[in-house]
Nanobody
């Protein structure tokens, strides 16, 4: 059982930045960030292998978001810059037990955090 706890969400104006943190217990091969806006399906944002290396960025965030990890603290971060209103949503981190699952599809992830809200509005 992998436990995940997100933090760092909040409200920010367009063009601003936020950093999300996901504290993950051991046992996963991949950590992904997902988001879900009201009335929309959950979508993949970025993912990385816990052994190192970025697996995926959604085209809508490429160049603006950066996924990284701190192995000493068992945390995966999502630095979000140049935020847009369309980035608004509940952000979740998720863990996959297999490296081949490391991508944008929620159904391949085994464990989920409770989510943290990100609101981008003027």
């Amino acid at each position: 059982q992998v436990r995940l706890v997100e933090s760092g969400g909040g409200s920010v104006q367009p063009g601003g930045s936020l950093i999300l943190s996901c504290a993950a217990s051991e046992g996963s091969r991949c950590i992904g960030w997902f988001r879900q806006a009201p009335g929309k399906e959950r979508e993949g944002v970025a993912a990385m292998y816990t052994g190192g290396g970025v697996a995926y960025y959604d085209e809508s965030v490429r160049g603006r978001f950066t996924i990284s990890q701190d192995n000493a603290e068992d945390r995966v971060y999502l630095l979000m810059t140049t935020l847009k209103p369309e980035d608004t949503g509940m952000y979740y981190c998720a863990a996959a037990e297999e490296t081949r699952s490391c991508g944008p599809l929620p159904r391949y992830y085994n464990y989920w955090g409770q989510g943290t809200q990100v609101t981008v509005s003027s």
